[in-house]
């Protein structure tokens, strides 16, 4: 890569940083991931778009294309997921790096360029775990942690209506039917006729690596809501799935181990949900590689946490444990008594879908959660009690 090509990746990587409240650092990684998929002539085009935000009308005459060569410049940037319709319907901005551009690109049919940007992505997640070092994790967490008292979550956990895991002790109102946040059947009835299911970028990354999911989970199975659905749906990356598909899809993963993380325009859960990821605690790049040590990207607004109804009921499988993305919960062997640490709950329900007995229920408690970037040893000591 060039300087001046340099030059502009990063000055378009701070615009597209702008528009999230997560910024991903300009390393070396992320502006080689940028190199892998756009060409200089569309990086131009798309510092241009800076900050605002365009009609399709409005982007040809700011990009004053001749009209064959601008319907496929546009066609190809939306396939490289590079702008989105995030405010309202025919109104473009960028996307941000991540979660955005990277993943939803990324997550479409497997070819050479989408190998090598999982690639070079993973390199970043690598670089996150060498900085859990005692100075820049104490300053992490002290950061995000005052983040989380002044603002809501970034991403946000739902569960499922029908199942085991949300036989919530609160029955729903009228009004509530037509949309209860934290729960995630009322979602997809809300985005019906326009969601979409593509590959699972985290997924798709550990398929490369050789490694195949512990919980039998699929590589299809992030969904899309709304415009972004359509979109999707439209540039090839994801295929449309019908409201009853999607809601056994839902059912089905959830029996799997699947933590329910929603993705908002923005990174926000102040705007409007964009994806359905369903996660799992081995291959997820936010759960997985927070077990594995890397700084913690947990910032989550939160709808539900576990109560207990009979802890006697526990017969110490240690399920909880395996299926707790945060180590929030587990059966401590050498006391013979479960624990549960509140701060770290991410209200995900899988203590409880897991659970062979009775021993806990879902009850409200709509918060904001930092799940503070943790020492190996401290995961170490976990998995042994687990």
């Known amino acids: 890569m060039d300087k001046q090509f340099k030059d502009k990746i990063i000055r378009l990587g701070k615009y597209m940083n702008g528009n999230s409240k997560f910024s991903v650092p300009l390393v070396r990684c992320i502006q080689e991931c940028f190199e ?16 605002g935000a365009y009609t399709k009308e409005q982007l040809r005459q700011l990009w004053q ?34 979660p955005g551009w990277i993943e939803l690109y990324a997550s479409g049919p497997v070819n050479e360029s989408r190998k090598k940007l999982i690639a070079k992505f993973a390199e970043f997640e690598e670089l996150l775990k060498q900085l859990n070092i005692p100075p820049v994790r104490a300053y992490m967490n002290r950061v995000n942690t005052g983040n989380m008292e002044r603002e809501n979550g970034r991403m946000s956990t739902v569960v499922s209506r029908g199942s085991k895991t949300v036989e919530i002790n609160k029955p729903l109102t009228s009004e509530q039917t037509v949309y209860t946040e934290g729960e995630i059947y009322p979602m997809l009835e809300k985005h019906k006729g326009h969601i979409s299911v593509m590959g699972c970028f985290c997924r798709l990354k550990e398929q490369l690596e050789g490694h195949s999911c512990d919980y039998g989970l699929p590589v299809e199975g992030c969904m899309s809501l709304g415009r972004l659905a359509d979109q999707l749906v439209e540039a090839g990356i994801a295929r449309r799935l019908e409201y009853d598909e999607a809601v056994q899809m839902i059912a089905d993963f959830e029996k799997k181990g699947c933590i329910h993380t929603i993705y ?12 359905i990821c369903n996660c799992c605690v081995d291959c997820c790049f936010l759960y997985s590689s927070y077990r594995e040590g890397a700084l913690s990207q947990l910032l989550m607004k939160v709808y539900f946490r576990p ?11 240690g399920r909880c444990g395996r299926y707790c993305p945060t180590g929030a919960t587990g059966y401590d062997r050498e006391n013979k008594k479960l624990i549960f640490r509140l701060d770290r709950c991410i209200g995900c329900g899988q203590c409880v879908t897991q659970c062979p007995k009775p021993v806990r229920e879902m009850v409200r408690d709509e918060r904001n959660v930092f799940v503070k970037t943790r020492r190996k040893k401290e995961w170490e000591t976990h998995t042994k009690h687990a």
């Open 36 to 51: 892998i998929v756009m060409s200089e002539h569309e990086a131009d085009l798309l510092l241009m778009v800076g900050s």
């Open 65 to 98: 294309l001749e009209d064959a060569e601008f319907e496929e410049t546009f066609r190809q940037i939306l396939e490289k997921s590079l702008l989105w319709e995030r405010r309202e319907p025919g109104t473009y901005e960028l996307v941000p790096i991540f």
């Open 264 to 275: 908002h325009y923005g990174v926000s859960s102040d705007e409007e949900e964009m994806t």
């Open 307 to 317: 109560q207990l109804i009979d802890e006697n009921q526990c017969v110490g499988c």
